[in-house]
Nanobody
Framework: EVQLVESGGGLVQAGGSLRLSCAAS????????IGWFRQAPGKEREGVSC????????VYADSVKGRFTISSDNAKNTVYLQMNSLKPEDTAVYYC???????????????????????WGQGTQVTVSS
């Protein structure tokens, strides 16, 4: 059974940092795309970043480029989202999602849509105070 468990959310002041974790289980941590999404109150869920297994690529939304960094630790089956210079508009529930399958290097050039992911975590709240 595939499971994704997010952690690391919390309350932080503007300009601060948080690191979110997405611990994955139930699949071989080689062929995948794991994405981070967020949903603010009253808004649609939006893609933030994604990473392909076996160093096949990373993508960021323009709104977080230069502030957020996505990475993976294959030994721990975990994907991280390091969030720096946080802004109040980053406040949202953050979700990780997984597509499990072969990914060709160089083909991850844009954020996949929600429907392209097969599995979702339960979400973790990030609140940035001004």
């Amino acid at each position: 059974e595939v499971q994704l468990v997010e952690s690391g959310g919390g309350l932080v002041q503007a300009g601060g940092s948080l690191r979110l974790s997405c611990a994955a289980s139930g699949f071989t941590f080689d062929d995948y795309v794991i994405g981070w999404f967020r949903q603010a109150p009253g808004k649609e869920r939006e893609g933030v970043s994604c990473i392909g297994g076996s160093d096949t690529g990373t993508v960021y939304a323009d709104s977080v480029k230069g502030r957020f960094t996505i990475s993976s630790d294959n030994a721990k089956n975990t994907v991280y989202l390091q969030m720096n210079s946080l802004k109040p508009e980053d406040t949202a529930v953050y979700y990780c999602a997984a597509y499990i399958g072969t990914v060709v290097a160089g083909t991850i050039t844009s954020l996949p849509a929600e429907y392209e992911y097969d599995y979702w975590g339960q979400g973790t709240q990030v609140t940035v105070s001004s």
